[in-house]
Structure formats: structure tokens, C-alpha cells
């Protein structure tokens, strides 16, 4: 099993900067494709981005390409996700998950573990 903590999440102005944290425990963190989903107030979760077990392969959502960047620290057992340029259609909770059910990546059903979200909200 694999257990999922977000950390990061918080008030940011339009144009700025946040890095979002997913701490994982489980022996199978560093062979599960990670992920990072988001859900806005009364719209579907929507797939960010993903990354696969070596860090070397990253897969984007088109809203936040060349924005948004996920890598991974397999020693740490950790997860990120940096976001650049903020909108305020940035804002939502954000999810990291595990994927140990394969492709695609940006299919939420293809997740089995999820952390309990991070909150961003970016004001205009």
C-alpha cells in the first residue's frame, strides 16, 4: 500500500509561484507512475500532470504545460509539483496519486491511492 500527504497549497497573487509536496509511504512508491490531479468548485477532477517511476518521463495536462513542471525524489519518497505563472483558473484542490495500474496516465481510474488534497487558490 502506499500512503499519500500533499503539503504546499496556499494564497498566491496571479503570476506567482507555488511548489506542491506529496510525501509517499509503501515499499512500492519508487515503481508507481505518480500523479497530480485538481478539482475546482463545481467542475470534475481534471488530470495536471504525470511523472513514471525513474523521473525520466513526464506527461501534461494542455492547461498547464510549460507552467507547470513534476519531478520526483525516489530517495525521499516525495513528489512535486511546480507551478509558475499562476491564474486564477489555477484554483482548486490539488491530489497527488499513485498509479500502479498503468496507462494512460491521465485517466483518474488508472490511480489507485490518493492523498486527502491541498488547497491553492490564486487571487486576480
Known amino acids: 500500500q502506499v500512503q499519500l500527504v500533499e503539503s504546499g497549497g496556499g494564497l498566491v497573487q496571479a503570476g506567482g509561484s507555488l511548489r506542491l509536496s506529496c510525501a509517499a509511504s509503501?515499499?512500492?512508491?519508487?515503481?508507481?507512475?505518480m500523479g497530480w490531479f485538481r478539482q475546482a468548485p463545481g467542475k470534475e477532477r481534471e488530470f495536471v500532470a504525470a511523472i513514471n517511476w525513474s523521473g525520466g518521463s513526464a506527461y501534461y495536462g494542455d492547461s498547464v504545460k510549460g507552467r507547470f513542471t513534476i519531478s520526483r525524489d525516489n530517495a525521499k519518497n516525495t513528489v512535486y509539483l511546480q507551478m509558475n505563472s499562476l491564474k486564477p483558473d489555477d484554483t482548486a484542490v490539488y491530489y497527488c496519486?499513485?498509479?500502479?495500474?498503468?496507462?494512460?496516465?491521465?485517466?483518474?481510474?488508472?490511480?489507485?491511492?490518493w492523498g486527502q488534497g491541498t488547497q491553492v487558490t490564486v487571487s486576480s
Open positions: 496519486a499513485a498509479n500502479s495500474l498503468g496507462t494512460p496516465w491521465s485517466v483518474q481510474s488508472r490511480y489507485d491511492y
Open positions: 509503501g515499499r512500492t512508491f519508487s515503481r508507481s507512475v
